[in-house]
């Protein structure tokens, strides 16, 4: 899913076409990326971009008459810049925004449609889609610290849950608990000055990294590899790749759709978190630590 890294991405490239220009048409190909009812498509043609811009992990366009396009990608939603009116071409092509200088299409791979399109009017329904989440680049320590630690969850749930903290997933989740040197199963509450200092440390600087990285390699051009797993990420997608502080094997654990991918020497004092399904399979024969594992 993209993150505030990517999502940035995605809003720096669209700044320079979209803005001052003039929405023509929104074509809809998917009956289902469409989640708004009101206003109506039609509504927004017309409409001149005030402004590019993202709330968390939504694509945001403010158009003239307080009117707001915006766009979630989910897991596998993308989107490509081509020549105006680009046809609309196979299953995984949802929908396009016409532009006179371009259309931007919206796709998404695989079987499932979870990628969406939402239209909002003025302040009111536009503060429907705002989840609370605080922006972790503008936050201070302590305010970074009284949201996270509001309810007492894993870090790594706490940084995830859009409640607490806005455009933060399961891959740039990784990087900032590597960086901090800390367990994604420690408890929020649990956690010391120190640690907090150093959670909310890697936060900013692992965002503010790759934010300029992604920039930098993509420069003027529109971004074509959006992906979760970036070549130079420290932990995340690198299961049994090694550490690149202490050698040790990137470890993970798999739950649901997702996983988590940590250092057992560098975050979790060697010891290995157990992988509910595989511990549930191996039982007693599920390795503590580090050491118990073959050639670790």
């Not at 007492?152 to 900032?176: C, F, M, P």
Request: hydrophobic residues 40%; glycine residues 8%; proline residues 5%.
């Amino acid at each position: 899913m993209p993150e505030l890294p990517d999502v940035r991405l995605y809003v720096e490239a669209l700044k320079p076409r979209l803005e001052g220009r003039t929405l023509e048409r929104l074509r809809i190909a998917s009956p289902f990326v469409l989640r708004s009812t009101e206003p109506a498509p039609a509504d927004v043609e017309g409409a001149r971009v005030r402004a590019v811009g993202h709330r968390a992990k939504r694509i945001h366009l403010a158009l003239d008459g307080d009117l707001h396009v915006l766009v979630h990608l989910m897991i596998a939603g993308r989107l490509h810049w081509k020549p105006p009116r680009a046809a609309l071409k196979g299953r995984n092509q949802l929908a396009a925004f016409d532009f006179e200088n371009g259309s931007l299409v919206l796709t998404e791979a695989g079987s499932k449609r979870r990628a969406a399109i939402h239209l909002a009017r003025g302040a009111a329904g536009l503060a429907a889609f705002d989840r609370g989440g605080l922006d972790p680049l503008a936050a201070s320590t302590d305010e970074f610290r009284a949201r996270l630690s509001s309810e007492n969850h894993t870090l790594k749930w706490a940084l995830t849950d859009q409640r607490l903290v806005a455009g933060i997933g399961n891959a740039y989740s990784d990087e900032i608990l590597f960086a901090a040197r800390l367990s994604p199963f420690k408890q929020t509450r649990s956690l010391d000055d120190d640690e907090w200092n150093r959670l909310h440390r890697a936060t900013v600087d692992v965002l503010e990294h790759w934010i300029a990285r992604l920039q930098a390699e993509t420069r003027d051009e529109f971004p074509r590899k959006v992906t979760a797993f970036r070549e130079g990420m420290a932990v995340h997608g690198r299961y049994r790749r090694p550490c690149p502080v202490c050698g040790s094997p990137i470890q993970r654990i798999v739950y649901a759709e997702n996983e988590s991918n940590y250092c057992a020497r560098c975050q979790t004092g060697g010891r290995l978190l157990a992988d509910r399904a595989l511990s549930r399979l191996l039982r007693d024969n599920w390795p503590k630590r580090l050491e118990d594992l073959e050639g670790g």
